[in-house]
Nanobody
Framework: VQLQASGGGLVQAGGSLRLSCAAS????????IGWFRQTPGKEREVVAS????????HHSDSVKGRFTISRDNSKATMYLQMNSLKPEDTAVYYC??????????????????WGQGTLVTVSS
């Protein structure tokens, strides 16, 4: 079971990035998926999550209207489109998947499988 995240990098405030996360070793469309982020000294927080078939999504208040989670089950890949980036979006971003919960789980403890993290740095 593996989740491989990519797409992080350095971007100026107001810019955009798209994170991708490719799944292997399990059937992604049986899993809800989520993107989380973490900064030093803080707990991992949900950014966005999406149900198994993509019909329902959740975006945290801090990113609503700027970030969009999506998935392509045919490619076993999930995405996080990040627009209008702000310096406070700087963090390590993690993708995660779970078949323990229905819907779009919002807490890290509900997820079984995790990617390795990709660093997003937004300069002011």
């Amino acid at each position: 079971v593996q989740l491989q995240a990519s797409g992080g990098g350095l971007v100026q405030a107001g810019g955009s990035l798209r994170l991708s996360c490719a799944a292997s070793g399990f059937i992604l469309d049986n899993h809800a998926i989520g993107w989380f982020r973490q900064t030093p000294g803080k707990e991992r927080e949900v950014v966005a999550s999406i149900s198994r078939r993509g019909g329902s999504t959740h975006h945290s208040d801090s990113v609503k209207g700027r970030f969009t989670i999506s998935r392509d089950n045919s490619k076993a890949t999930m995405y996080l489109q990040m627009n209008s980036l702000k310096p406070e979006d700087t963090a390590v971003y993690y993708c995660a998947a779970t078949n323990l919960k229905l819907g779009f789980p919002k807490t890290a403890g509900e997820y079984q499988h995790w990617g390795q993290g990709t660093l997003v740095t937004v300069s002011s």
